[in-house]
């Protein structure tokens, strides 16, 4: 049996899915790459000439409030990429990364360390914050990786102080797509922006395509390249054929908490 199928069969297993997900996350976070490497995410795109489509999805979420002197959680900050960019360009009054990966916080540490960001190992179901001590929230394209997507709404709309935030987005099966949405609203956020940003996921796929196979040959051992070429959503793999069908829907979220 491939990995990629051996893991997607684990990952049904709630019990097991946030320990896999914490394996790959260190393993990745323990592999080199420096600059080449600072985002995970599939990206967002509205032209071939977008110069770097993983920040810009970033952007998008950030230009929906004004973040500048707020203070700023990202749940599943990965290498770091995300919330240093924010950071920089929107000057909250305060910014915390959070990932489940304690070797991807530690990595976070090492090279974001100019910048004034507190990085905390967490559990995005459990989280390790007080309630209503953030006033904005972000979550690019991590919480597909949760077992149960309620728990993590539920801390969400705890850790946010009211009048706060909830920036999200992230991919789902387009049939489970509306229970997400659901989701948010139990947890008791009021919808602002909702949309389905699929197309330019798959541009940005198109234009990152290069970048990502020159990574993939650097930086991934030759046995695990096909099981990475479907994470990556590479042209063609199963990730990138599920967008181009529909089968996949890439969501763009912003709520309030009243």
């Given at each position: 049996?491939?990995?990629?199928?051996?893991?997607?069969?684990l990952?049904?297993?709630?019990?097991?899915?946030?320990?896999?997900?914490?394996?790959?996350?260190?393993?990745?976070?323990?592999?080199?790459?420096?600059?080449?490497?600072?985002?995970?995410?599939?990206?967002?795109?509205?032209?071939?000439?977008?110069?770097?489509?993983?920040?810009?999805?970033?952007?998008?979420?950030?230009?929906?409030?004004?973040?500048?002197?707020?203070?700023?959680?990202?749940?599943?900050?990965?290498?770091?990429?995300?919330?240093?960019?924010?950071?920089?360009?929107?000057?909250?009054?305060?910014?915390?990364?959070?990932?489940?990966?304690?070797?991807?916080?530690?990595?976070?540490?090492?090279?974001?360390?100019?910048?004034?960001?507190?990085?905390?190992?967490?559990?995005?179901?459990?989280?390790?914050?007080?309630?209503?001590?953030?006033?904005?929230?972000?979550?690019?394209e991590?919480?597909?990786?949760?077992?149960?997507?309620?728990?993590?709404?539920?801390?969400?709309?705890?850790?946010?102080?009211?009048?706060?935030?909830?920036?999200?987005?992230?991919?789902?099966?387009?049939?489970?797509?509306?229970?997400?949405?659901?989701?948010?609203?139990t947890?008791?956020?009021?919808?602002?922006?909702?949309?389905?940003?699929?197309?330019?996921?798959?541009?940005?796929?198109?234009?990152?395509?290069?970048?990502?196979?020159?990574?993939?040959?650097?930086?991934?051992?030759?046995?695990?390249?096909?099981?990475?070429?479907?994470?990556?959503?590479?042209?063609?793999?199963?990730?990138?054929?599920?967008?181009?069908?529909?089968?996949?829907?890439?969501?763009?979220?912003?709520?309030?908490?009243?």
């Open positions: 049996m491939a990995l990629d199928s051996l893991f997607a069969r990952c049904r297993i709630p019990a097991v899915e946030k320990h896999l997900w914490r394996m790959l996350y260190n393993f990745l976070a323990s592999r080199p790459g420096g600059e080449e490497w600072e985002f995970m995410n599939y990206g967002y795109a509205t032209g071939e000439n977008e110069a770097n489509p993983s920040l810009r999805i970033y952007d998008e979420l950030a230009r929906q409030i004004d973040v500048c002197g707020k203070r700023l959680l990202e749940v599943g900050s990965g290498r770091g990429g995300g919330l240093s960019h924010v950071t920089r360009r929107y000057e909250p009054a305060k910014a915390a990364g959070c990932d489940l990966s304690p070797t991807a916080i530690e990595l976070c540490r090492r090279r974001h360390a100019s910048l004034p960001i507190e990085w905390t190992v967490g559990d995005a179901e459990a989280l390790p914050f007080s309630s209503g001590s953030f006033d904005a929230f972000i979550n690019v991590s919480s597909h990786c949760y077992p149960y997507f309620d728990r993590f709404a539920a801390e969400v709309h705890r850790v946010l102080a009211r009048g706060g935030h909830f920036l999200w987005a992230d991919f789902r099966p387009a049939d489970r797509v509306e229970t997400v949405r659901q989701t948010m609203r947890a008791g956020f009021e919808e602002i922006v909702w949309r389905d940003i699929t197309p330019e996921v798959l541009a940005a796929m198109q234009i990152e395509e290069p970048r990502k196979e020159a990574l993939l040959q650097k930086h991934v051992p030759a046995w695990l390249r096909g099981s990475f070429r479907d994470f990556a959503g590479m042209l063609g793999s199963t990730v990138h054929q599920n967008f181009v069908t529909g089968a996949w829907k890439y969501s763009m979220a912003v709520t309030s908490k009243p």
